[in-house]
C-alpha cells in the first residue's frame, strides 16, 4: 500500500469515527449545547446610531455587535482604514474619536453616538495633504503602504500628545503601531519633522 493510499484510509477512518461519534451523542445532550450556544451567541440586533465621520453627519441602523472598523470598511466602504489582526495588537485600524487616536477594531459602534470619527480619508483638505501624510512621503515613512493609514492617524496622535521629546519617546508612544516591512525610522523622521514644524496640528 503507497503512502497516498495510507492516508486516504486513515482519513476516512477518522472522518467515519467522528460522525459514529457525533451520531451516539444522545439528543439531550445536543439540544443542551445548541441552547447553550444560543446563549452565548445572541441574536441580531439593530440599533440606530447618529455618528459623524470625517465631518460628514451619518445616520445608521447597525448591528450592536458591529466593530467601527468593519462598520467603516464593510458599511461605509471607507477601505482606508485597515484590518491587519482585528484583536488589538497590530495598530493597522486606528483612528480618532473626538480626536483622540483609537482602535476601531476594539470598538463596538453602537458605543460612539454623536461622536466625531476621523478617518484617513478624512485628513487632506481637498487635493492638499495633511502635513504628516505629506512627511510620510517625504521622509519615506512606509512601503507596501499596509500599516500606514493606522501609522498616520497614531502619529498625529502622538505629536498632539506632546510624545515626541526624543527618539525613544517618539518609539514608545508609536509602539502599538507594528510595521512589517520596517519602515520604523522614516516614520519616526516622519514625526519629527511635523513635530519641529507645528505643534499643534
Ligand atoms: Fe486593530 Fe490590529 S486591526 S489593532
Ligand atoms: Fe508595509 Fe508598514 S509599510 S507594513
Given at each position: 500500500m503507497d503512502g497516498r493510499n495510507l492516508y486516504s484510509r486513515r482519513f476516512f477512518l477518522k472522518t467515519a469515527g467522528f460522525f459514529s461519534a457525533l451520531a451516539a451523542i444522545p439528543s439531550s445532550v445536543k439540544s443542551l449545547y445548541y441552547d447553550a450556544r444560543r446563549l452565548i451567541i445572541p441574536a441580531k440586533q439593530k440599533s440606530k446610531l447618529n455618528l459623524i465621520i470625517n465631518k460628514t453627519s451619518h445616520k445608521l441602523e447597525v448591528d450592536?455587535?458591529?466593530?467601527l472598523l468593519d462598520l467603516l470598511?464593510?458599511?461605509?466602504?471607507?477601505?482606508?482604514?485597515k484590518k491587519g489582526c482585528?484583536?488589538?495588537?497590530?495598530?493597522?485600524?486606528t483612528v480618532h474619536i473626538n480626536g483622540e487616536r483609537q482602535l476601531s477594531c476594539l470598538t463596538?459602534?453602537?458605543?460612539?453616538?454623536g461622536k466625531e470619527v476621523t478617518t484617513i480619508?478624512?485628513?487632506?483638505?481637498g487635493e492638499e495633504l495633511h502635513p504628516m501624510q505629506a512627511a510620510f512621503i517625504e521622509c519615506d515613512g512606509f512601503q507596501c503602504g499596509y500599516c500606514t493609514p493606522g501609522q498616520i492617524m497614531s502619529a498625529i496622535g502622538c505629536v498632539n500628545e506632546g510624545h515626541t521629546g526624543s527618539v525613544a519617546e517618539i518609539k514608545e508612544f508609536m509602539s502599538g503601531n507594528l510595521c512589517r516591512c520596517g519602515a520604523y525610522n522614516g516614520i519616526v523622521e516622519s514625526i519629527q519633522k511635523v513635530a519641529h514644524e507645528t505643534v499643534h496640528i
Open positions: 450592536t455587535r458591529t466593530t470598511r464593510e458599511d461605509l466602504h471607507l477601505t482606508g482604514t482585528d484583536h488589538g495588537q497590530c495598530g493597522a485600524c463596538l459602534a453602537v458605543t460612539l453616538p480619508e478624512g485628513l487632506a483638505n
